[in-house]
């Protein structure tokens, strides 16, 4: 009885202010998109630094015999000594927390490898084995710090030069987060009026029934009794809200960046998964709840006046 | 029939011999609305028995209604001691005044009926905000409803019934939790004589089932029927309590 009761009560509230009900609707579902959007970027950044980190990885570039004019080749081809030194740099002990692995490639592999990968092309033809020197990879345990390797190895003779991969990515990274921090203002822009709204909402429909809340508190019906109406008014406002922002946030990953990341981005980006969409989901569901007490509990307070 | 609150008759006031019936008490009750205002209530001692039918007379402002408003706990007195049911309200925590409510009704002069709600919705809406269950609803409301005799009009609108039908849908919402106390505030005052005359008997019978009546009236006539205990304030003090009094006093 009392349920069915409270849920009429809301229903009667639902139909008297659909104009404002509806506005906390699209308030809360346009936030929670922008919220749910910086928080699947957050996870798309995450799972490609984590793929790409795996492969990246810093090179040193050993001197061939042919350059004499660059990095620290005055002496030409590295000498065997020389590129001991290097190896030995990079295991030392004092090395040790930022580097993995240190594997060599001879100057013989460095140029099959350079022979497979533009076979046909006119590079191919043109580099000699004397063009190319050995190759340390070095894999580091956080890419990150690359200048700690480049800086210990970039200076040893025998050393042509350091290369190191994450250079490529940083930029795009830098821009993901930009994006990132972009959507989260507006989110909070926009949360903040989501908030207004429905605490406008709660005191429109707390006043419109003011003569039945006058008549509850006469016959003693309990606070919790007459607020919680207009509590589940702004919550079940807000739930929807949140429902059509999963909602969207799944039907635009699904449907239209899916396929378009695959088509133009596919190598950059990898795989986006709408199935991310439903990691994110509690969190925005939870978001409109709290944004739905929060507003009714500022707004109530007044009604908590017997 | 088993009232709300009878458990509540071995009270602080109910232990001074003098006072074991009493639902009401004021002791040196004030009680000022604005600082520096004249108080609505002076330093005023009252003493209302279980089962009276008390009117309370006087001009407007001299302070009925904030007596009314008092004994309802809607204000807090400024100073003394108001006992209800047994119990200090003055020092009543805000969390269990609407408990305190349900054993007690309130009619005004207005009506203040629900205009979406039906004479029947309207009257059950006062068992369910406080949460009786279904069947019981069934049987009361229409007992009640016969009590202020309007059996047969439960599916009317309050906007398709006359003023004093109104009314009596507003008795009988007070009436229909048994309340120990129905406070009644110019029940009569938006209703011609003939009219009036049939809320005092609606509201005579709701006395005669044991329920206390408080009632704030201008109606000389409905008073001068006589028989009933009269209270005037002037200026928020007790100028006369008669037990069967009339309204302008002896004269």
């Known amino acids: 009885m009392r349920i069915r009761f409270v849920l009429a009560e809301i229903f009667h509230g639902f139909r008297r202010n659909l104009t404002m009900i509806s506005a906390v609707i699209l308030v809360t579902f346009v936030s929670l998109s922008a919220v749910g959007a910086a928080l699947m970027l957050q996870l798309q950044v995450d799972r490609l630094k984590g793929a790409w980190y795996d492969k990246v990885e810093v090179q040193v570039w050993l001197c061939p015999a042919e350059v004499q004019d660059e990095g620290n080749c005055a002496a030409g081809a590295v000498t065997a000594d020389q590129q001991q030194a290097v190896e030995d740099r990079l295991n030392s002990s004092e090395l040790a927390p930022y580097v993995d692995e240190v594997t060599v490639e001879t100057k013989e592999e460095v140029y099959q490898s350079f022979q497979d990968r533009f076979s046909g092309s006119y590079l191919a033809e043109e580099v000699t084995q004397d063009s190319l020197g050995p190759v340390l990879h070095v894999k580091m345990s956080d890419p990150t710090n690359f200048e700690v390797v480049t800086d210990a190895v970039g200076t040893m003779p025998g050393v042509l030069e350091t290369y190191d991969q994450s250079d490529l990515f940083e930029p795009l990274f830098d821009v993901l987060a930009k994006v990132r921090l972009a959507a989260l203002a507006i989110a909070l822009v926009l949360a903040l009026a989501a908030i207004l709204l429905i605490t406008t909402t709660i005191r429109l429909s707390a006043l419109s029934r003011q003569r039945e809340t006058s008549i509850m508190k006469l016959v003693g019906a309990s606070n919790i009794f007459i607020q919680l109406p207009f509590m589940l008014e702004g919550a079940v406002a807000a739930l929807l809200g949140s429902a059509l922002a999963v909602g969207a946030l799944w039907g635009v990953t699904r449907f239209w960046l899916a396929d378009w990341v695959q088509a133009n981005f596919d190598l950059l980006m990898g795989q986006i998964n709408p199935m991310d969409v439903f990691k994110v989901a509690p969190w925005l569901v939870l978001a409109a709840v709290v944004l739905a007490g929060f507003s009714s509990a500022l707004t109530l307070r007044r009604f908590t006046k017997v | ?251």
Request: glycine share 12%; aromatic share 6%; net charge positive.
């Open chain 2, 1 to 251: 029939m088993t009232w709300p609150g009878d458990a509540l008759v071995t009270s602080p006031t109910a232990q001074k011999g003098q006072q074991r019936s009493a639902v009401i008490t004021f002791e040196n009750v004030t009680k000022i609305y604005a600082r520096g205002a004249r108080p609505a209530l002076d330093g005023l001692s009252l003493e209302i028995p279980r089962g009276q039918f008390c009117f309370l007379v006087g001009a407007s402002g001299s302070g009925k209604s904030t007596l009314l408003s008092v004994v309802l706990r809607e204000e807090r007195a400024t100073s003394g001691k108001v006992y209800v049911l047994g119990q200090d309200i003055t020092r009543m925590p805000s969390r269990r005044i609407p408990r305190f409510r349900r054993q007690i009704g309130a009619v005004f002069q207005d009506f203040r009926l629900l205009e979406g709600k039906n004479v029947f919705d309207n009257v059950a809406f006062a068992m369910q905000v406080i949460g009786r269950p279904r069947h019981a609803i069934m049987r009361s409301v229409p007992d009640v409803l016969k009590l202020v005799g309007l059996g047969g009009k439960e599916k009317r609108m309050p906007h398709e019934l006359s003023g004093g039908e109104q009314q009596r849908v507003a008795i009988a919402r007070a009436a229909v939790n048994r309340p120990r106390i129905l406070l009644a505030d110019e029940p009569t005052g938006n209703l011609d004589p003939r009219t009036s005359e049939g809320i005092m008997t609606v509201l005579e019978r709701v006395n005669q089932t044991g329920t206390t009546v408080v009632m704030a009236t201008h109606d000389v006539g409905l008073v001068d029927r006589g028989g009933h205990r009269v209270v005037e304030l002037v200026e928020g003090r007790i100028v006369r309590d008669e037990s069967s009094g009339y309204y302008g006093g002896d004269a």
